[in-house]
């Protein structure tokens, strides 16, 4: 049986049996130890087993992303590609976190339920000092290794990025060795996740009977409403951002385009993977796109890793959603500090299934929101994998058009013009 399917056996077991317990057995003390001495210890190992590999996660991905753009030989290429990826990843976020804000997917949660998970997670020590220039000057760590243990998550994330650039830069025979075994160390994290996700059915039943217990319907109603907003998010980006940026910066039809690309959506959504839909992407922009060989392999090689749009805007999504579920009151500069973050993550996480869980666990330590919260998502999460998947690799193929469109070797223009004149 696929991975996903026993995590939504999980999800439905343990929700059900959740909701039974507090509709028949809510004051009985055996609900309250099986609660307190079963449930709520196994779902809390195996979110710490997530938030474990945030350290080795965010570095080795930051790095191998960071090391793979090489802007220094690439030139005007590389630096259009990133402008472009950062402005419609900035657009995705924004999109979302508008969305959680307006629609409240999360509100409505039992204070006592609250109070419970907030004495049950170690969250990353505030800043020092108030001032926004504090804050900035502590986003570059005196210690890389302090910061990554005591939680200070940006400073080891600006390390991060400035190591992968210096590692870019450097062109030797250990750089070069140094830069596989960082990739080894990525690949190697990624199989200890995979191992990880193995249990998720066993976590997430226990996380859910956990969270019913106390609250019943509720939490699922919450659950059904936070699905809701991240399929509207990811369909608007598509519907508008997308259309807009191929018409406007590419000079093709939005409907010309995602005509074309239908067969890389339709492998992204079954694998959930960015990296195994890259082979298909390279054939539809080649053969159907009609773009140059150059700049659809730079493109979508260094997007199946750095433009994940949908990954961006389903954790900033996310973060706010379990910050509403636990009644943490985040500042409009707090949540700025959210859309930079997803929009970092979104250059550094993996494009494999599941793998921005590692990076949503350390956000939500950053802000004081409880990382067992990751249990509301989970059984979920298949199903919305596979969507911001698809979102991932259309924008992929999106930027691909803007930058093929200002470059003096472009082979087809004849072709995307006549993609323009289509209704």
């Known amino acids: 049986m696929p991975d996903h399917r026993k995590i939504l056996i999980g999800l439905i077991v343990g929700a059900g049996l959740g909701v039974l317990a507090?509709?028949?057995?809510a004051d009985r003390a055996w609900l309250q130890g099986l609660v307190t001495y079963g449930t709520e210890p196994v779902g809390r190992i195996f979110i710490r087993l997530l938030i474990m590999l945030?350290?080795?996660?965010?570095?080795?991905a930051l790095v191998v992303g960071v090391g793979e753009l090489e802007l220094k030989d690439i030139g005007r290429l590389g630096a259009k590609t990133l402008i472009y990826t950062l402005v419609i990843s900035t657009l995705a976020v924004l999109i979302g976190m508008l969305l959680v804000s307006v629609l409240e997917p999360g509100s409505g949660v039992p204070q006592s339920v609250r109070e419970s998970a907030h004495s049950t997670i170690s969250a990353a020590p505030p800043p020092k000092g108030g001032s926004v220039m504090d804050l900035v000057v502590q986003l570059v760590p005196d210690n890389p290794l302090k910061a990554a243990a005591g939680g200070d998550m940006l400073g080891f994330i600006?390390?991060?990025?400035?190591f992968g650039i210096g590692l870019a830069q450097t062109k030797s025979e250990a750089a070069g060795r140094l830069k596989q075994m960082i990739h080894g160390l990525?690949?190697?994290v990624m199989t200890v996740i995979q191992g990880v996700l193995r249990l998720a059915p066993i976590g997430v039943a226990a996380l859910l009977f956990t969270m019913t217990a106390r609250t019943g319907l509720d939490v699922l109603q919450q659950i059904a409403a936070y699905v809701f907003v991240v399929l509207l998010g990811l369909f608007l980006h598509a519907a508008v951002v997308y259309s807009a940026a191929v018409r406007v910066l590419g000079g093709m039809s939005p409907l010309h385009f995602f005509r074309?690309?239908?067969?890389?959506?339709?492998?992204?959504f079954s694998t959930a993977s960015s990296a195994a839909t890259l082979p298909t992407a390279l054939q539809v922009a080649e053969e159907n796109l009609k773009l140059p060989a150059h700049v659809s392999r730079f493109v979508l090689t260094a997007g199946a890793t750095m433009n994940q749009n949908g990954t961006a805007l389903f954790e900033g999504v996310t973060v706010l959603f379990l910050?509403?579920?636990?009644?943490?009151?985040l500042s409009l500069g707090q949540q700025a500090l959210v859309m930079g973050i997803s929009i970092l993550a979104g250059i550094g996480t993996a494009g494999v299934p599941a793998g921005s869980?590692?990076?949503i666990a350390m956000?939500?330590?950053?802000?004081?929101?409880?990382?067992?919260?990751?249990g509301l998502i989970l059984g979920v999460d298949r199903l919305l994998d596979m969507c911001r998947t698809v979102l991932n690799v259309t924008g992929d193929l999106a930027v691909a058009v803007c930058v093929a469109r200002g470059e003096a070797h472009r082979e087809s223009e004849p072709a995307a013009d006549e993609g323009a004149s289509l209704p």
């Open 22 to 25: 507090n509709a028949f057995a």
């Open 54 to 60: 945030v350290v080795p996660i965010v570095f080795s």
């Open 158 to 162: 600006v390390f991060s990025l400035i």
């Open 186 to 188: 990525y690949d190697v």
């Open 260 to 268: 074309s690309v239908r067969l890389a959506m339709a492998t992204a």
């Open 323 to 329: 910050a509403q579920v636990y009644g943490v009151e």
């Open 357 to 359: 869980l590692p990076v």
């Open 363 to 374: 956000i939500l330590g950053l802000f004081h929101i409880p990382a067992e919260g990751l």
